[in-house]
């Protein structure tokens, strides 16, 4: 009897202690794509943010809207995990900066408000410019997440590697400042959210839904030739937790019994 209360006591403790359960998307392959239907209207305020653990330091395009000669909303990953943004206000070059470690995860974030773009890691600024005038949106622009072909299917915009546990495209700037408390986990949904993935999808899916309500459904593995499919994959249940939890504490007692019995 005593075994077992203290097993559900364990049981309660291991569900209070536990964060809220949720899946995330493996991004293992630079072909890995995620084709998004429609397009975004951003005008003079947009925020790119993302939630991930890479698994390397190459860096790679983790969200992009794009039309040749109209549109290139990029969003990604530098080498050693910096981060980038553009959002094509007439520079030549995105803005970029900040350093994160692999095998961890972060919140990245690119912030434009009219008249200032900057670039966030786990809620602290790591560069900034000046800039201003719309956003420029096609007519009828490809979106992926992950990789993406262009320039005539010339050129191979590799994804980045790692985890995903969240994508969220606003038309506001969220994120102001030098610092601010960055979500880990699921983001959610509001008037200014444009595209939301919170990747909570078992595993197997192909297609996923747009919880920012827009309709932006995501179509795995499409796009371009040898476009390959990330893969979804459950974060440890709460019996997972409970069961790897209860067998440290009964090896822990049956050594107790052992060392009592010499």
Known sequence: MFRVQGFLSLAMAVAMASPALAQ????????DTISVSGDTTVGTAVTYEAVIRPSDLAG???WN???AGAEDKQF???ANNGVYGYADLGDSNPLDGGFSAAGGWHHYAYVYDGSQERVYIDGNLEASRSANGDVPDGASSVMVVGAIIRNNNQQLYPSFIGDID???????ARYSGTSF???LGDMTSDASTLLLYNFDNAP?????SDES?????GTLGTGFDGATSPTFVPEPSALTLLGISGVAVLRRRARARRLRAK
């Open 24 to 31: 995330y998307a493996v991004f293992d392959q630079t072909t």
């Open 60 to 62: 790679g395009l983790v």
């Open 65 to 67: 809207e794009w039309q």
């Open 76 to 78: 990604g990953l530098r």
């Open 166 to 172: 969240s994508l969220r495209i606003s038309n506001t």
């Open 181 to 183: 408390v960055p979500t």
């Open 204 to 208: 197997g899916t192909t297609v996923i």
């Open 213 to 217: 309500g827009n309709g932006h459904t």
